[in-house]
């Protein structure tokens, strides 16, 4: 059995309970928070909360330390920190910045032995998977990625950060004429905003001025001013009745052309549909847990991504089921 560590019990940490339960070969050692352990209840029988700051007495009993925290605080201090001492998986997801976390995991990996597997998940992850095979396949092309339609937590915290909002929720959608063009094969053009639109559900306090609160949204930097902005303004029951779930999915699409003409033209599209991002994002994590234990038996060390996972590393069946039954 693979003993998970968890680290962080949100909404990652509580889907990858979930997930770590419907796997056999894994068991759940603990769950590891910056609160009280005594406020927390878990699902799983015989699992203990512990303090966040007690891990390392537990350094020898966990073979995967799952971190579920948030990129942009959390992971880039917390996995270079753990990977000295534990076999460590995280879901950094801030595309850009990568680069140097996996520079820093690697280095703090290294030095401790063990190995450490960043930026599990759909994207980055799953999707970042589906453009490496797609270009791979068809190296005469363009990739297109779109999301949604799904909630952004990162944009709906941004709009709760305003004066005057209560609570929020923003949805990302894909604009349906580009996503046909796309899929198509007509390999289009597209900015930013010709991609997505977002449409915004608000809470306000009584009296809130919404016409500034409208205006302060669809003029944010890096957030909505790209984009077609829709705010919509409604009742806290209504948020609560109508849009309490995190749903997400997306499509990665390549389009490329072969022949010595290159007279043939050839799509191939992934998408998801997801009910719970961080559930999946958790499903993702598990398998991802499985494989840094099995590389690590190998002697493996440092940080890897999902580009240097064999693929049946991942999966709890043998390589003779896997080549009988997927193959």
């Given at each position: 059995?693979?003993?998970?560590?968890?680290?962080g019990?949100?909404?990652?940490?509580?889907?990858?309970e979930?997930?770590?339960?419907?796997?056999?070969?894994?068991?759940?050692?603990?769950?590891?928070?910056?609160r009280?352990?005594?406020?927390?209840?878990?699902?799983?029988?015989?699992a203990?909360?512990?303090?966040?700051?007690?891990?390392l007495?537990?350094?020898?009993?966990?073979?995967?330390?799952v971190?579920?925290?948030?990129?942009?605080?959390?992971?880039?201090?917390?996995?270079?920190?753990?990977?000295?001492?534990?076999?460590?998986?995280?879901?950094?997801d801030?595309?850009?910045?990568?680069?140097?976390?996996?520079?820093?995991v690697d280095?703090?990996?290294?030095?401790g032995?063990?190995?450490?597997?960043?930026?599990?998940?759909?994207?980055?992850?799953?999707?970042?998977?589906?453009?490496?095979?797609?270009?791979?396949?068809?190296?005469e092309?363009?990739?297109?990625?779109?999301w949604?339609?799904?909630?952004?937590?990162?944009?709906?915290?941004?709009?709760?950060?305003?004066?005057?909002?209560?609570?929020?929720?923003?949805?990302?959608?894909?604009?349906?004429?580009?996503?046909?063009?796309?899929?198509?094969?007509?390999?289009?053009?597209?900015?930013?905003?010709?991609?997505?639109?977002?449409?915004?559900?608000?809470v306000?306090a009584?009296?809130?001025?919404?016409?500034?609160?409208?205006?302060?949204?669809?003029?944010?930097?890096?957030?909505?001013?790209?984009?077609?902005t829709?705010?919509?303004?409604i009742?806290?029951?209504?948020?609560?009745?109508?849009?309490?779930?995190?749903?997400?999915?997306?499509?990665?699409?390549?389009?490329g052309?072969?022949?010595?003409?290159?007279?043939?033209s050839?799509?191939?599209?992934?998408?998801?549909?997801?009910?719970s991002?961080?559930e999946?994002?958790?499903?993702?994590?598990?398998?991802?847990?499985?494989?840094?234990?099995?590389?690590s038996?190998?002697?493996?060390?440092?940080c890897?991504?999902?580009?240097?996972?064999?693929?049946?590393y991942?999966?709890?069946?043998?390589?003779?089921?896997?080549?009988?039954?997927?193959?």
């Amino acid at each position: 059995m693979i003993r998970i560590g968890i680290m962080g019990y949100g909404n990652l940490g509580k889907g990858l309970e979930c997930a770590i339960s419907q796997n056999s070969d894994m068991e759940l050692f603990g769950v590891f928070t910056r609160r009280d352990p005594k406020s927390l209840k878990l699902l799983t029988e015989g699992a203990s909360v512990y303090s966040a700051d007690s891990v390392l007495d537990y350094k020898d009993k966990i073979d995967v330390l799952v971190l579920c925290g948030g990129s942009a605080t959390d992971l880039p201090k917390q996995t270079p920190q753990y990977a000295k001492d534990f076999n460590v998986v995280d879901s950094f997801d801030t595309h850009a910045k990568i680069p140097q976390h996996f520079e820093a995991v690697d280095n703090a990996a290294k030095e401790g032995g063990k190995i450490a597997l960043i930026s599990c998940g759909w994207d980055p992850g799953m999707f970042s998977l589906n453009r490496l095979y797609a270009g791979a396949i068809l190296p005469e092309g363009k990739d297109y990625t779109f999301w949604g339609k799904g909630v952004s937590q990162g944009h709906s915290d941004a709009i709760r950060r305003i004066d005057g909002v209560l609570d929020a929720k923003q949805y990302t959608i894909p604009i349906e004429s580009a996503l046909e063009a796309v899929r198509k094969g007509e390999n289009p053009t597209l900015s930013t905003g010709e991609k997505h639109r977002r449409e915004c559900f608000v809470v306000v306090a009584e009296g809130a001025d919404k016409a500034r609160i409208e205006t302060e949204i669809k003029t944010m930097p890096n957030y909505f001013d790209e984009y077609e902005t829709t705010v919509h303004f409604i009742s806290a029951e209504e948020l609560k009745r109508d849009h309490s779930g995190i749903p997400h999915g997306g499509f990665v699409i390549r389009c490329g052309k072969t022949g010595a003409e290159r007279q043939n033209s050839h799509v191939i599209e992934y998408s998801l549909k997801l009910d719970s991002n961080p559930e999946f994002t958790s499903s993702v994590i598990a398998a991802c847990a499985r494989a840094a234990y099995r590389m690590s038996n190998e002697g493996m060390t440092g940080c890897k991504t999902l580009f240097d996972v064999p693929p049946a590393y991942l999966s709890a069946l043998s390589g003779a089921e896997l080549r009988k039954n997927l193959l």
